[in-house]
Nanobody, 128 residues
Framework: QVQLVESGGGLVQAGGSLRLSCAASGRSFSSYAMGWFRQAPGKEREFVSI????????YYADSVKGRFTIFTDIAKNTVYLQMNSLKPEDTAVYYC?????????????????????WGQGTQVTVSS
């Protein structure tokens, strides 16, 4: 079991930056795949990024590639999402998620059903 708590959301102007944090408690997240999702009002939850604890390369949705970066601090058992060049369409509730699977095809885990553990979400609002 792992518990996830996100923080770092807020209101920012277009072009600005935010860094989201997801602190994991329970087992070390080095044995998990960690993902970020987001959900805008009236829309389905969508994949943003994934990073595995096994050293695989991070993977991003096309909509955020080149602007967002996922990285970890193993000592703090925390995964981050650095968001730069934010756009109004990035406005959403952002969720941290984890699963304890192991696969070379981890980059296919882009659906909410691929994850077993979820945080409570943090609101990100980007004004134009």
């Amino acid at each position: 079991q792992v518990q996830l708590v996100e923080s770092g959301g807020g209101l920012v102007q277009a072009g600005g930056s935010l860094r989201l944090s997801c602190a994991a408690s329970g087992r070390s997240f080095s044995s998990y795949a960690m993902g970020w999702f987001r959900q805008a009002p009236g829309k389905e939850r969508e994949f943003v990024s994934i990073l595995t604890g096994e050293g695989g390369l991070p993977y991003y949705a096309d909509s955020v590639k080149g602007r967002f970066t996922i990285f970890t601090d193993i000592a703090k058992n925390t995964v981050y999402l650095q968001m730069n060049s934010l756009k109004p369409e990035d406005t959403a509730v952002y969720y941290c998620a984890a699963n304890d699977r192991s696969s070379r095809y981890y980059y296919r885990w882009t659906g909410p059903s691929d994850y077993d553990y979820w945080g409570q979400g943090t609101q990100v609002t980007v004004s134009s």
